[in-house]
């Protein structure tokens, strides 16, 4: 594993949200769903699409907080234009599991 100093580290923005709005994505080639989460005042809301059907439905994870880089640029996913990445880890069987805090925070907080 390649290690990097503190300030790379810090150039990474990661911020929590709110999914407001959760759809899925057939066109995308692998099974997924479109999130639309608000970061708060400072950064507002943003949309993306992850792959994290297996344990979640869009009616689900509308009022979730997740965490989320927000400073990568936008990337082109099929017909759909993704602005953050939202993070999670596989579970046993390689489906993601999101991450988010343990207890309700402000929209836009930044991990530290």
């Known amino acids: 594993m390649a290690e ?35 970061f708060g005042p ?27 880089v927000v400073n990568f640029p936008p990337r082109q996913i099929g017909p759909f234009m993704s602005d953050v990445l939202v993070l999670g880890v596989p ?3 390689s489906d993601i599991v999101l991450l988010s805090p343990d207890r309700a925070v402000p929209d836009g907080g930044r991990m530290h």
Do not use: N
């Not at 949309?47 to 344990?55: G, L, R």
């Open 91 to 93: 579970d046993d069987g």
């Open 4 to 38: 990097i100093s503190f300030d790379d580290f810090a150039k990474v923005d990661i911020r929590v949200g709110t999914v407001v709005r959760a759809e899925p994505f057939p066109e995308a080639r692998k099974p997924a769903i479109k999130l639309w989460v608000d």
């Open 42 to 68: 400072e950064i507002g809301e943003r949309k993306t699409s992850a792959q994290i059907t297996a344990h979640y439905d869009p009616e689900t994870l509308v009022g979730r907080q997740v965490m989320a």
